[in-house]
């Protein structure tokens, strides 16, 4: 009997762990969207909002930015966004932590001219003090 009880309430933790993670999946899959949105409008308060101060971004050319250097260079681009959208994501749950895995296709005009391009996308957020932002990014171009 006793043995009987443990294997119901591991069960029941794991379903509710479960359902926990489902609905982190969720809400780290709209902030991801939400990124996408406030990239493409140049939306640095909502870049803010999303980003931990301690972000660490690994930019598609290897070159390293904080989160001052990021948004900086939202605010001083010279391009278009048009889109930016992901085409595919998954999201990885840990406890407090979330990676989310995907690749996401950007159109826009820079220096007029038009460009393309789809990149893999890593990114880590992590959960402090309630409030889910991401510590991590790295995008590699999908050259084929």
Not at 47 to 61: E, F
Not at 67 to 87: D, W
Not at 104 to 133: L, S
Request: charged residues 20%.
């Amino acid at each position: 009997m006793r043995g009987l009880w443990f294997v119901l309430v591991c069960t029941l933790v794991a379903g509710a762990q479960q359902s926990s993670n489902s609905a982190v999946q969720t809400r780290i899959i709209a902030m991801e969207k939400a990124w996408n949105q406030a990239y493409k409008m140049g939306d640095t308060r909502a870049l803010d909002a999303l980003l931990d101060d301690q972000l660490v971004l690994i930019n598609d050319d290897g070159s390293v930015q904080s989160k001052a250097e990021f948004l900086k260079s939202v605010r001083a681009t010279n391009s278009q966004e048009q889109q930016v959208a992901p085409e595919s994501m998954s999201v990885h749950v840990f406890g407090d932590t979330a990676i989310a895995t995907g690749v996401f296709r950007a159109k826009g005009v820079e220096g007029g001219k038009h460009y393309e391009r789809r990149e893999r996308f890593v990114d880590t957020w992590i959960n402090k003090g309630g409030k889910w932002v991401c510590v991590a990014t790295n995008a590699t171009p999908v050259l084929h």
